[in-house]
């Protein structure tokens, strides 16, 4: 995480559950995220909120008077979805590949440490909580290839920050989709300058596991 967050920051937000509503709520979660520093959980954060609010416009009702709640501890962001159904609950269901629906819940668990639902007399409260790390050295000291590496994924994502892998399944994804893309470039641009791509990827590999055998020794 970019920093240490050693207070809890929080930030709650009425609306109507619409399906427009979803795109500002994304939006507003990315505002809040990037404020206070926690650039890694913003896509997970994103994908949960979209599902915990589409959950509520399909499962209660479009139009019903909803809360968001989204809090960042140094442990965790908890986000919370409140409304006034307590009969509604949402509910993790094997969905099919080629179904068009049900997979809502599945996507909040894959992405999730935990969540669950809290019951009141007149309202429920769905939730759901992503881990934070510990703040920790981004790069291992001295190694110029990945600080080299880093600059070169992030050019891939629009100027983007490239999420760290370490703190989210969905920031492990996209950096290596960012890693694919970059070798894939590479490769058709060995090609077009009259190359071997197999061979210089033979070549990479037999380096690269060089140097970790070097390393090793000399941790040890």
């Not at 993790?92 to 935990?114: F, N």
């Not at 992503?130 to 994502?157: H, I, M, N, Q, W």
């Amino acid at each position: 995480m970019s920093g240490s967050v050693q207070r809890t920051e929080s930030w709650t937000e009425a609306f109507l559950a619409e399906p427009e509503e979803v795109a500002s709520l994304r939006r507003l979660v990315w505002v809040h995220l990037t404020a206070w520093g926690a650039h890694e959980l913003i896509d997970s954060a994103q994908l949960c909120v979209s599902e915990l609010v589409s959950n509520v416009i399909t499962h209660v009702g479009r139009g019903t008077p909803t809360n968001l709640s989204v809090a960042l501890s140094s442990t965790c962001l908890r986000i919370e979805v409140h409304d006034p159904d307590a009969r509604a609950l949402p509910t993790l269901l094997e969905a099919s590949d080629d179904a068009e629906g049900g997979r809502g819940m599945a996507l909040v668990q894959a992405l999730a440490k935990c969540w669950g639902v809290v019951l009141h007399a007149d309202c429920k409260v769905t939730w759901c909580e992503l881990a934070t790390a510990p703040p920790v050295s981004e790069e291992p000291t001295g190694s110029a290839r990945v600080v080299r590496a880093t600059k070169v994924l992030s050019s891939y994502r629009d100027g983007q920050p490239l999420p760290t892998p370490r703190h989210s399944r969905l920031g492990a994804m996209a950096a290596e989709a960012a890693a694919i893309d970059v070798i894939t470039d590479l490769l058709h641009w060995l090609q077009v300058h009259g190359h071997d791509p197999d061979e210089v990827l033979d070549r990479a590999q037999t380096h690269f596991e060089a140097e970790l055998r070097a390393a090793t020794r000399v941790t040890h």
